[in-house]
């Protein structure tokens, strides 16, 4: 699942993504006080742009320049408040310390020894800020998909729960069905969510 992979994707159909936010995303954040946000996997950009329209600073990131291409063009008014960036968080964590929100919904990010890569995008979150990481509820998924991935492979909400320090606060672990209809040709019935806050 390289910058090739999700090239390609994006590039076999004008719009691949249905355009609205993630419905987690709105229920978690909309009663946050505006600030920092990262949003990890951005894609076509529809919860970075819907982040910007309330007032959030938004550095919206992905690997797939053919997705930051399509995002910016859809939010040329929201300019001054919006950067698009490719990164490949398997070498470059963001800033630390540096969001108020970081949202990953449903980012396919690979185990790592140590978790390095987990790790720097827990150091993003600003003390006081929140950690939004959204997945697909396994029980919904295949075990092996057509293309080879397993989903197994890859970090879980309720896993990085678990991994979480001292220095945070769990405040949603859970496993909620969808607050709208799963993508065309899946199945995904259920969204697994952590909410947690930095304390320090």
């Known amino acids: 699942m390289d910058a090739q992979f999700w090239d390609d994707m994006y590039r076999s159909a004008e719009q691949v993504m249905s355009g609205n ?8 954040v909309t009663e946050l006080a505006p600030g920092r946000a990262l949003d990890v996997g951005c894609g076509e950009g529809a919860d970075a742009v ?4 309330r007032g959030w600073q938004v550095t919206a990131i992905d690997i797939s ?12 008014d929201l300019s001054g408040q919006m950067t ?3 990164t490949d968080l398997a070498v470059t964590p963001p800033p630390g310390a540096a969001f108020d929100l970081v949202s990953a919904q449903y980012f396919p990010l690979l185990r790592q020894p140590e978790h390095a890569a987990l790790r720097g995008l827990l150091d993003a979150v600003a003390p006081g ?6 997945g697909h509820d396994l029980a919904d998924v295949p075990a ?28 949603a ?4 069905p969808r607050t709208a209809p799963a993508p065309p040709g ?6 697994t969510v952590l909410r947690a806050r930095r304390l320090r």
């Not at 936010?21 to 978690?28: A, S």
């Not at 899946?186 to 969204?191: E, I, V």
């Open 21 to 28: 936010p993630n419905g987690v995303l709105v229920t978690e």
């Open 173 to 176: 672990d859970e496993t909620r």
């Open 144 to 171: 092996r998909l057509e293309n080879g991935i397993v989903p197994g492979d890859f970090y879980q909400p309720a896993e990085i729960a678990g991994l979480l320090g001292h220095d945070w606060t769990v405040l």
């Open 129 to 134: 800020g929140t950690l939004l990481y959204v």
């Open 65 to 76: 320049r053919t997705a930051l291409e399509r995002g910016a063009a859809a939010a040329a």
């Open 186 to 191: 899946t199945h995904h019935t259920r969204d």
């Open 84 to 86: 698009w960036t490719r």
């Open 50 to 53: 819907w982040l910007a329209r």
